[in-house]
């Protein structure tokens, strides 16, 4: 089994920054990638960005240039940092773990709320 703890979330100003982490621990096998997605009230869960193992990056058109996803591989933690952050950047953060072989996991889901 895999965990994910996620944390950095909180209350920020339009404009502000905010770094997210995600720390991944238990069985886990080979990682393929780890990834942030994000849910906003009455929407669909979608993608902020991706990292693989050799460290592609992928992100949402939207977040280009104001968000940068990093990771630790010695330490299975994956990083977010957003800044220039938006109202409609709110949402339930999460984190995603995907194997190489095997089952993907989610973390629980972190608030951000960006607000004056």
């Known amino acids: 089994q895999v965990q994910l703890v996620e944390s950095g979330g909180g209350l920020v100003q339009p404009g502000g920054s905010l770094r997210l982490s995600c720390t991944a621990s238990?069985?886990?096998?080979?990682?393929?990638?780890m990834g942030w997605y994000r849910q906003a009230p009455g929407k669909q869960l979608e993608l902020v960005a991706v990292i693989t193992s050799g460290g592609s990056t992928n992100y949402a058109d939207s977040m280009k240039g104001r968000f940068t996803i990093s990771r630790d591989n010695a330490k299975n933690t994956v990083y977010l940092q957003m800044n220039s952050l938006k109202p409609e950047d709110t949402a339930v953060y999460y984190c995603?773990?995907?194997?190489?072989?095997?089952?993907?996991?989610w973390g629980q889901g972190t608030q951000v709320t960006v607000s004056s």
């Open positions: 238990g069985t886990i096998f080979v990682i393929a990638a």
């Open positions: 995603k773990l995907d194997q190489v072989i095997g089952a993907s996991y």
